[in-house]
């Protein structure tokens, strides 16, 4: 039964910021790796960081700079720090896991920049 659940999304100002949260269960948190990938409508899903296990990162291009991943294994938690928000930031936010196989996804949390 993993479960992955997102929390932390709101209405931000352009220039705000947001820390997301993604707490995971059913699963050995520590042993895999962990990504965020957002979705704005009319749009394809994608990748906006991801942090293995031994903690390398990798961020797409729009979001580098300004964005910031991290893990706590302790609390099976997986954060997004995102500074600097623009309006094309706007989208669902989900974090996910690729395990046995399988990936697995949160059910979102929706990020609107906006003045």
């Known amino acids: 039964q993993v479960q992955l659940v997102e929390s932390g999304g709101g209405l931000v100002q352009p220039g705000g910021s947001l820390r997301l949260s993604c707490a995971a269960s059913?699963?050995?948190?520590?042993?895999?790796?962990m990504g965020w990938y957002r979705q704005a409508p009319g749009k394809q899903r994608e990748l906006v960081a991801q942090i293995t296990s031994t903690t390398t990162t990798n961020y797409a291009d729009s979001v580098k700079g300004r964005v910031t991943i991290s893990r706590d294994n302790a609390k099976n938690t997986v954060f997004l720090q995102m500074n600097n928000l623009k309006p094309e930031d706007t989208a669902v936010y989900y974090c996910?896991?690729?395990?046995?196989?399988?990936?697995?996804w949160g059910q979102g949390t929706q990020v609107t920049v906006s003045s």
């Open positions: 996910n896991v690729f395990r046995y196989g399988i990936i697995y």
């Open positions: 059913g699963l050995a948190f520590s042993l895999y790796h």
